[in-house]
């Protein structure tokens, strides 16, 4: 069983286009983010949920949107997508942070 | 504001060579470190742990780490590489305290020549 899934794998689309990440995990954690990993596989965090609290990280835009229907879920919304937005895109959750966090497989995300 | 530094990065070693990559963190209080491998084309994966007890700690695939709190290091050592530990390598630190965030370094890649 995965314990975090994320779909698609794989998403390519025109500048301009809003699109949706789903993020799914089975673990019961109470915490789930989303990291960006650019073209130099550095790691940033763009949000984190916790028990309907969200905190952001300020240099996310505001294009980017996180939306948790319940504990289990963390999909990232993306309007009017850009350039410079291609990437990887990481969930992920954690229940403790003595335990750190188990990744979902990433969303390699192209836009043209 | 916490940060974490990974000098090497592009370390090219021969099968069976010894390993050690550094990791720095600066952050003036108690923390939780990791070191996570992500493989190519693959997620990141947990290599090891640290948040108290023995400074020397050991995880999966032969790969330990020692947390040396003066030097606020949390190296990774491994004694033999394989051709199978090409990867990129991601040490990461997170607050004892205040927002269960983690940080990751830079990433340090490693090329292992069979």
């Known amino acids: 069983d995965t314990a975090v899934s994320q779909t698609p794998k794989y998403l390519v689309t025109q500048m301009g286009n809003d699109k949706s990440i789903k993020c799914e995990q089975n673990?019961?954690?109470?915490?789930m983010y989303w990291y960006k990993q650019d073209s130099k596989k550095f790691l940033k965090i763009m949000f984190s949920?916790?028990?309907?609290?969200?905190?952001i990280n300020e240099t996310v835009p505001n294009r980017f949107s996180p939306k948790s229907p319940d504990k289990a879920h963390l999909n990232l919304h993306i309007n009017s997508l850009e350039l410079g937005d291609s990437a990887v895109y990481f969930c992920?959750?954690?229940?403790?942070?003595?335990?750190?966090?188990?990744f979902g497989s990433g969303t390699r995300l192209t836009v043209v | 504001a916490q940060s974490v530094s990974q000098h090497n990065h592009h370390v090219i070693l021969s099968e069976a060579a010894s390993l050690e990559l550094g990791c720095n963190y600066s952050?003036?209080?108690?923390?939780?470190l990791f070191w996570y491998v992500q493989y190519p084309g693959q997620h990141l994966q947990l290599l090891l742990k640290?948040?108290?007890?023995?400074?020397l700690v050991k995880g999966i695939k032969g790969f330990e780490a020692e947390f040396i709190k003066s030097k606020f290091s949390f190296n990774l050592r491994k004694p033999s590489v394989q051709w199978s530990d090409t990867a990129e390598y991601f040490c990461?630190?997170?607050?004892?305290?205040?927002?269960?965030?983690?940080?990751f370094g830079t990433g340090t890649r490693l090329t292992v020549i069979p």
């Open positions: 992920a959750s954690s229940q403790a942070r003595v335990f750190g966090y188990t």
């Open positions: 673990l019961g954690h109470d915490t």
């Open positions: 949920y916790n028990n309907k609290e969200l905190i």
């Open positions: 952050y003036g209080g108690t923390v939780n």
């Open positions: 640290y948040f108290s007890g023995d400074p």
């Open positions: 990461a630190v997170i607050p004892a305290t205040g927002a269960n965030n983690l940080f």
